[in-house]
């Protein structure tokens, strides 16, 4: 048995299915066939339960498969263990973010590599959920910050925060922080959002039909960047965090206004693959990123509030929110003073 076999077995075991755990592990699928052929005989017990749609896991093979996750993370342990912590890092790290959070935390990320580590290049690969959770399990980025990502054996993650969604409209639509919206009448704006392959319009759609609404979407905008500008000349509303927005938003090329009835809000997770160790300086990365999101929550800076839990069924525990997010659903409330500085919306002429 090696190393080649045991991450085999864990990708098999995942993905149900030979060819999708060679295409991930870019190998034949013949080869990669043969590898768990031997396995089994060397063990000399069946791993998977084979038919038409893919392989199951037999009730032996989950006990090989634990013990095979303790071994890659006792590898992972040996690896980090031998290296100095007080070291200068070095190589490269791929660092997935999405587009919005990506303007809170990538100068502060880069400037922290730029001071602690020079010699790590860093790659920033900016992306909705949907497709950072691609490249995360192809190998094609290190760790990746997601939207609500579900439980999985494919991923290690851990809540970073709870982050409070705004409605989000051009110059003149009258939006204001000290007046909130109601969600069903958010919904009922002319809407631009991501496609449903992102975490976010999953998100919207979930909170929306649990008012017995549905969201009014006249068009589907997969680019933070188009759609922020779309929204800016007056195309439509979306929906989005307010962080990334600040600048725009205090200086009038947008406005923005609180959800209640109820607020809406999505977690964001810092996630890693399971099947391979994670290198210091994604560690390093993931780290750092949970001292920036502590920081500009503790100060008011992103509305929200601290989440202190792994993804995958264990208890949580909140921060509690900061000034800027204490908006009741029975009207207007106190916001922090950072967003007090929206101007007024012009005059329509």
């Known amino acids: 048995m090696d ?16 060819s999708k755990a060679a295409a991930r592990l870019h190998i034949a699928q013949s080869a990669l066939s043969r590898q768990m052929r031997l396995l089994e005989q ?15 896991i037999t009730d032996a ?37 999405p587009p919005a959070v990506a303007h809170v935390v ?16 860093v790659r920033l690969v900016t992306a909705f959920t949907g497709d950072l959770l691609d490249l995360l399990q192809r190998g094609e980025v290190d760790l990746a910050v997601l939207s609500d990502p579900r439980a999985t054996r494919l991923l290690r ?28 009448d958010a919904a009922q704006r002319d809407l631009l959002l ?24 006249v068009g589907e905008v997969d680019s933070y960047a188009v759609l922020q500008d779309l929204v800016r000349h007056g195309h439509g509303h979306t929906i989005l965090s307010l962080a990334a927005l600040h600048d725009e938003v205090v200086a009038g090329r947008l406005t923005a206004a609180p959800i209640v009835g109820p607020e809406i809000s999505r ?35 992103w509305p929200g509030e601290m989440l202190l839990a792994d993804v995958d069924g264990h208890a ?27 101007p007024p919306p012009p005059k329509r002429t």
């Open 61 to 97: 093979g989950r006990e090989v498969l634990r013990s095979a996750r303790l071994v890659m993370t006792g590898l992972e342990g040996i690896r980090a263990a031998a290296s100095s912590a007080g070291a200068t890092l070095a190589g490269q790290v791929a660092i997935g973010i």
């Open 3 to 18: 190393l080649t076999q045991i991450r085999t077995l864990i990708q098999v075991a995942e993905l149900g299915s030979l």
């Open 106 to 121: 990538a100068r502060p990320l880069m400037a922290a590599f730029r001071r602690q580590h020079p010699k790590v290049m």
């Open 194 to 217: 991501p496609s449903r392959r992102q975490g976010l319009r999953v998100i919207l759609e979930g909170f929306v039909h649990g008012i017995g609404a549905s969201l009014n979407v």
């Open 316 to 342: 949580e525990t909140g921060v509690p929110h900061s000034r800027s997010t204490e908006v009741s659903s029975g009207g207007s409330a106190p916001v922090s003073d950072m967003w007090v500085s929206q």
């Open 42 to 56: 060397e063990l000399g017990i069946p791993l998977f339960t084979r038919h038409g749609r893919g392989m199951v």
């Open 157 to 184: 993650s851990e809540w970073l925060m709870q982050e409070r969604l705004f409605l989000i409209g051009p110059p003149g639509s009258g939006l204001t922080m000290a007046q909130p919206v109601g969600l069903r």
């Open 267 to 301: 977690r964001l997770a810092l996630s890693y693959p399971s099947d391979r160790p994670v290198a210091r300086a994604a560690q390093f990365a993931g780290e750092t990123l949970k001292d920036i999101v502590i920081e500009r929550v503790g100060q008011g800076e």
